[in-house]
């Protein structure tokens, strides 16, 4: 063993105690160690590995490596601790590699841990550092100037952090760098052409979410060619970047929030390349969308696009090129614009789509029947428009992979189709706000994936089902707790059935208290009628409920009291009666949840009798023993006015002839003399 080089002992069981024997390898140039169950502190095993010239440790639990025995690793060439949970100031690491594998060191990767701190200065002597990345850390301060002498440095990685100030120009210095990330920090400040001065092997520029400035010369040329640009949320506009017409291999492209408006240049859609993620989204552009760009997602949401959807045209060649492009889609979001017209048959053609998103804009007209084809699809919004028809018993038949369905805020009529019922993925149904009418489908109870508790095994497998490599998330806007939240990693957790503002009849399902993975259920604003089912309580996650603005009679259910993560309740005007169940979280709630019923008990003021039912006020009582109640001589006294008054002055007016004649021939000299009064002060 004494003479062993190369030791990968990688996807096993160990602990740091069992491997302290490590320490008498001294011939050792590779070990490996990753996804071992590492735990605690590892150095005393590598402190007297001088040979060692990779060390991979990743994906343990280690909490510290001790700066000091890294200083004796002389011939270290790369190291992995990435995705740990080593909780040390960044510039100990930095330093104490710089004295002894200064003039070696290639690689390091200290991505996914708890490192602090800000990055030293000695960070730019690694002369022959090829690879860093330090993702997803809680590094602070500034990146330092020195970064521009890493004169081999390909890759660079330091996003989610809490990076702030500026980029530094020396940046632009660094000829061999193929890999930028240095998205989702607190950078802010202008970026100038310098920064990207000799940048001319860049390949991927990532650096959205930040708060940077970039307008440079319209003349400027990039000195690179990149495959991926994100830019999202800098300060860009008001102008379309034009240099980006120089970049002919863009997959990906993401300028989102970035505060440009007019009119998208032809060039733009010219571009000969085949976007893999295109993202315009959140921004001020307009006119009419003529093309589709060969994307797999395109998002164009929350800008001021006019004009119908793209369409099929009777030029063979276009209609063919139009074809392939909605072929080659997954996603597509056009949502909060202004387009109009009707929905194009042509988009049937989308066999791939995961994410169909049309939400608020002026589209009218019945879903057309060719997007049963969309049989992939796992989110559907056709949201806010002035859709008409009735909900297409297809999509429960065809899109059998629905994870969301909204069609909120449409002029959709006639019954629920039961073919809905089919949907064994579906995790949020929003039909409200539309013409609908007919009973709640009984069948809502096979809605499987609402009616088990939710966890990250059974949810997660559709968030990545599509094949981007996990370069975006689906998202999507919901109503729920009575306002509008927009969830995209947590989407994955949230079930909702919204089917408020109606017209529905009949009773509420006793079948929907088998939801046992419910979180929000809205059923307001209907005509919905009966008791409440007793078995709602069986739904335990439920966090929203609104029963309120129906005609429902009887008690709250005494179940309500195992909701224990009950937080938005409203069961107001309705015809409930009897008293609140107390000793519950139902007195949390404000009153106003139960105004508008007869119920009785905290948290409303009306007190309830000793058997716990509500006062009869309307029965004076015998006189055998029992109490009067006490009458109102207020409502009385209002009662007999209004019968003195009608009586006595409205109704001869009706049955007199003659008093009528008098009474309107008063009136008249009355105007007669306010006109003259007020044509005299005019004068």
């Known amino acids: 063993m004494s003479s062993l080089k190369f030791l990968d002992l990688s996807r096993n069981a160990f602990s740091s105690s069992t491997l302290s024997w490590l320490s008498n390898l001294n011939h050792l140039q590779f070990l490996g160690l990753k996804n071992v169950s590492l735990q605690g502190n590892f150095s005393s095993a590598i402190g007297n590995l001088s040979s060692l010239t990779h060390l991979d440790v990743s994906n343990n639990q280690l909490e510290i490596i001790e700066p000091k025995c890294l200083e004796s690793l002389c011939n270290l060439r790369g190291m992995d601790l990435s995705n740990n949970g080593i909780d040390h100031e960044v510039s100990e690491i930095i330093v104490s590699l710089s004295r002894c594998s200064l003039d070696r060191l290639e690689s390091l990767n200290i991505a996914s841990n708890k490192l602090s701190g800000h990055l030293p200065d000695q960070l730019g002597q690694f002369k022959n550092l090829a690879y860093l990345s330090l993702y997803r850390n809680s590094i602070s301060g500034s990146i330092p100037i020195s970064i521009g002498k890493l004169s081999s440095l390909k890759v660079l990685d330091v996003s989610y952090n809490r990076l702030n100030a500026t980029l530094p120009q020396s940046l632009g210095q660094l000829g061999n760098l193929e890999d930028l990330d240095v998205s989702n920090n607190m950078l802010e400040g202008n970026i100038s052409e310098m920064h990207f001065f000799n940048l001319t092997r860049l390949r991927f520029l990532l650096a959205s979410n930040n708060m940077l400035t970039f307008k440079p010369n319209s003349s400027w040329i990039p000195p690179f060619h990149c495959k991926s640009i994100g830019l999202g949320n800098w300060h860009l506009g008001p102008q379309f970047p034009q240099w980006l017409q120089f970049q002919k291999n863009l997959s990906f492209l993401d300028i989102s929030s970035a505060e440009i408006s007019g009119v998208i240049p032809t060039w733009f859609w010219n571009l000969s390349t085949q976007f893999e993620y295109l993202n315009l989204s959140h921004n001020q552009l307009g006119g009419e969308i003529s093309y589709l760009l060969m994307s797999s997602m395109v998002d164009l949401r929350s800008n001021q696009f006019t004009g119908p959807l793209p369409r099929a045209s009777s030029d063979l060649e276009c209609n063919s090129r139009l074809l392939e492009i909605l072929g080659s889609l997954q996603v597509l979001n056009l949502g909060n614009n202004d387009l109009t017209g009707t929905i194009p048959i042509s988009l049937g053609c989308m066999v791939h789509i995961g994410l169909l998103n049309l939400r608020n804009n002026n589209l009218f007209g019945e879903v057309p029947s060719s997007l049963q084809h969309l049989n992939g699809t796992l989110i559907l919004d056709l949201s806010e428009n002035q859709l008409t028809g009735s909900i297409p018993a297809w999509i429960g038949d065809k899109l059998s992979k629905l994870v969301v369905l909204n069609l909120r805020s449409n002029n959709f009529q006639g019954y629920i189709p039961d073919q809905i019922c089919t949907l064994n993925s579906l995790q949020v149904l929003d039909l409200g706000y539309n013409n609908i009418s007919g009973a709640i489908p009984k069948c809502f109870s096979n809605l499987s994936a609402m009616a088990t508790k939710p966890s990250d095994q059974h949810l997660s497998y559709?968030?990545?089902?599509?094949?981007?490599?996990?370069?975006?998330?689906?998202?999507?806007?919901?109503?729920?707790?009575?306002?509008?939240?927009?969830?995209?990693?947590?989407?994955?957790?949230?079930?909702?059935?919204?089917?408020?503002?109606?017209?529905?009849?009949?009773?509420?399902?006793?079948?929907?208290?088998?939801?046992?993975?419910?979180?929000?259920?809205?059923?307001?604003?209907?005509?919905?009628?009966?008791?409440?089912?007793?078995?709602?309580?069986?739904?335990?996650?439920?966090?929203?409920?609104?029963?309120?603005?129906?005609?429902?009679?009887?008690?709250?259910?005494?179940?309500?009291?195992?909701?224990?993560?009950?937080?938005?309740?409203?069961?107001?005007?309705?015809?409930?009666?009897?008293?609140?169940?107390?000793?519950?979280?139902?007195?949390?709630?404000?009153?106003?949840?139960?105004?508008?019923?007869?119920?009785?008990?905290?948290?409303?003021?009306?007190?309830?009798?000793?058997?716990?039912?509500?006062?009869?006020?309307?029965?004076?009582?015998?006189?055998?023993?029992?109490?009067?109640?006490?009458?109102?001589?207020?409502?009385?006294?209002?009662?007999?006015?209004?019968?003195?008054?009608?009586?006595?002055?409205?109704?001869?007016?009706?049955?007199?002839?003659?008093?009528?004649?008098?009474?309107?021939?008063?009136?008249e000299q009355i105007g007669d003399k306010l006109y003259v009064f007020w044509a005299t002060i005019g004068m």
């Open 462 to 667: 559709w968030a990545f089902e599509l094949d981007f490599d996990n370069m975006f998330y689906l998202g999507a806007l919901l109503v729920t707790r009575g306002r509008e939240d927009e969830y995209s990693t947590t989407l994955r957790l949230v079930t909702s059935i919204d089917l408020s503002v109606n017209s529905l009849t009949g009773e509420i399902p006793k079948e929907l208290g088998n939801l046992m993975g419910l979180r929000s259920l809205n059923l307001s604003k209907n005509l919905l009628t009966g008791k409440i089912p007793e078995n709602i309580g069986n739904m335990e996650v439920l966090e929203s409920l609104d029963l309120s603005m129906n005609r429902l009679h009887g008690e709250i259910p005494s179940s309500f009291s195992n909701l224990n993560f009950l937080n938005h309740l409203n069961l107001s005007y309705n015809n409930l009666t009897g008293q609140i169940p107390s000793g519950t979280q139902l007195q949390s709630f404000d009153r106003s949840s139960y105004i508008g019923n007869h119920l009785c008990g905290p948290p409303v003021t009306k007190n309830c009798s000793g058997n716990g039912e509500t006062p009869d006020f309307t029965n004076g009582g015998s006189s055998g023993g029992k109490k009067r109640s006490k009458v109102n001589w207020l409502y009385v006294s209002i009662v007999l006015g209004f019968v003195m008054g009608f009586w006595g002055v409205v109704a001869p007016l009706f049955f007199i002839r003659s008093w009528r004649f008098a009474y309107y021939q008063k009136l």
